[in-house]
């Protein structure tokens, strides 16, 4: 099955067993926090840089391009 | 028959085959590893997604897998996945991990003992500054493998493979099959014909540990996809407004610094840079095991002794961490670090070692690739070098000289959420001096209530 969740209030289709950051950028999305200003996605894609964090069911800095999605996650965007 | 208890941190290629080596030398294995899948980042993937042309060597990773499957069918294994290893203590023997969902709230804390540990750690890609590299679209080039492996995915359409070395290749294939162009690659180094390094064509090396075949085989996906290949040429600058729109490209002289006049914009909408590995340390840091030495901003390595043992007494290493070499060296200094810590003698491992010393010739000629100073006559005043604490070239400039801690204090560089790992070398290059920001207290990150809550089950 294909889980759902939500990103920014927007429903975002995920294959299974796709991670949430492979899931945003399916979605046509680049980018998903934002530093001093300037927009930041997904770099190092192995868990090391942190640039693609995310906020997970209230839980802040969950790395994307490590995550598995869930169906019925809701995922916030975040910045610092 | 082995009574150890060997522990293996790390299942990529080295970890595996320290795993199946030591449980086939009757040893109880326990196997820790960060992914949610077996295989590190050489064999990243999932069952329902990954393209099989983009997996190599596969056979022998489903042979790993099994064996492991079956120890712990015997009884003799035990495999903690998803488990952030947060400590590394060796006398006693005692790991601390954190296992479930990555980052997730309410991970399970864990203690794992043992005899023996195998560290494994792999590496992961260095990408060097560049004006405009934090621009959406901007990835290293093991991210755009990772996406294109693991999720199906490519960042971009029209994508700008950069850096230095020949893992760029199977980086350009894999973004190929996903459904990316790739419009160029191109290798900073010169790679002159005389030099020990490679030949013009990097493809045409002698099947050094079968990596001719594998080469070869990227090299003609590369010509499929009419992809120039440029040697003496990189990315020194990356353009767009709210994502990558474009960069710019020039030859490089032997000490990579950018020629003048040679500049041309190249259109593109993601950029993938991979100058080499920056071996993950942290772990044989806290450990205690002798660095080899290494200029600042150059890769240190543990130190191995032929049956691949650490200055640290009862810990082993195996693979990126003792030195890059790739996969093939990995298994093999894997498999002989798995046999030794299980308790096999010096004298019992020698067709080990003579299988491990045949992946020497690739890891030198690696050695051609190595990033050359000049690299930071590209950067500008105000190019980011650390991506976390978005701390300007200029800044870190200004500051070198200062003691460590002054320097970090001052302008935060290395001290923002990926702890240095991503500048780190960069800085310290920048800087002439080594910083120390690889001696990290906590080897992966946490909540403050994860490091202080709760009681510790023995796996």
Not at chain 2, 4 to 27: C, F
Not at chain 2, 160 to 170: R, T
Not at chain 2, 288 to 313: H, I, K, M
Not at chain 2, 318 to 324: D, Q, S, V, Y
Request: proline share 4%; net charge positive; hydrophobic share 45%.
């Amino acid at each position: 099955m294909s889980p759902t969740f939500e990103f920014d209030g927007a429903e975002i289709a995920a294959r299974d067993g796709q991670t949430i950051a492979g899931a945003l950028i399916a979605s046509g999305r680049a980018s998903w926090r934002t530093a001093a200003g300037a927009e930041r996605g997904v770099f190092c894609g192995i868990g090391i840089c942190q640039d693609c964090t995310v906020t997970v069911n209230g839980a802040a800095g969950v790395r994307a391009c490590l995550r598995t999605a869930c169906d019925g996650d809701v995922v916030e965007p975040e910045s610092r | 028959m082995s009574r150890r208890h060997v522990v293996v941190l790390g299942a990529g290629p080295a970890g595996l085959a320290a795993a199946v080596a030591a449980l086939e030398a009757g040893a109880r294995v326990t196997v820790l590893d960060e992914g949610e899948r077996l295989g590190g980042q050489y064999w990243r993937h999932h069952e329902a997604i990954t393209d099989r042309r983009l997996q190599h060597g596969w056979e022998r990773f489903e042979r790993s897998r099994d064996r492991i499957a079956a120890g712990i069918a015997e009884g003799r294994a035990v495999l903690l996945q998803r488990a952030a290893v947060w400590r590394v203590d060796v006398e006693p023997l005692r790991l601390h991990a954190l296992v479930g969902k990555p980052d997730a709230p309410g991970r399970r804390r864990v203690v794992v003992r043992g005899d023996a540990l195998v560290l494994a750690t792999g590496a992961h890609d260095r990408a060097l500054p560049i004006p405009g590299w934090t621009l959406p679209g901007v990835t290293t080039a093991g991210a755009a493998q990772a996406l294109a492996k693991r999720d199906g995915v490519t960042v971009g359409t029209r994508t700008l493979v950069a850096g230095a070395g020949p893992f760029l290749l199977p980086v350009a294939q894999s973004l190929a099959i996903a459904g990316a162009r790739v419009v160029e690659v191109l290798e900073a180094s010169r790679l002159p014909r005389h030099a020990a390094g490679w030949t013009a064509r990097p493809w045409e090396l002698a099947a050094a540990a079968g990596k001719g075949l594998e080469l070869a085989e990227y090299a003609r996906s590369l010509l499929g996809q009419r992809t120039p290949y440029r040697t003496g040429s990189g990315v020194v600058r990356i353009l767009g407004e709210r994502r990558v729109e474009a960069a710019v490209v020039a030859r490089l002289d032997r000490a990579w610094r950018p020629i003048p006049g040679t500049e041309r914009e190249v259109a593109c909408d993601s950029v993938a840079l991979g100058h080499g590995f920056t071996p993950r340390l942290d772990a044989a840091i806290q450990a205690g095991c002798a660095l080899t030495e290494a200029p600042p901003g150059s890769p240190r390595f543990v130190v191995a002794d032929p049956d691949q043992r650490t200055s640290v007494d009862g810990v082993w290493a195996a693979g990126e961490i003792t030195g890059i070499g790739g996969a093939d060296a990995a298994l093999a200094e894997g498999d002989l670090a798995g046999r030794s810590a299980a308790g096999t003698p010096h004298a019992a491992l020698a067709a080990a070692r003579r299988r491990r010393d045949r992946t020497d010739a690739f890891a030198r000629r690696l050695e051609a690739h190595a990033i050359q100073d000049g690299w930071s006559s590209w950067l500008e005043d105000d190019t980011l070098v650390c991506r976390c604490e978005s701390v300007e070239a200029a800044a870190i400039v200004r500051a070198s000289g200062s003691a460590s801690r002054a320097l970090r204090l001052a302008t935060r560089a290395g001290l923002g959420a990926c702890q240095g790992r991503t500048c780190g070398s960069s800085v310290e290059a920048l800087c002439g001096e080594r910083l120390g920001l690889d001696a990290r207290p906590l080897l992966a990150p946490m909540r403050i209530g994860e490091l202080l809550g709760g009681s510790e089950a023995t796996a």
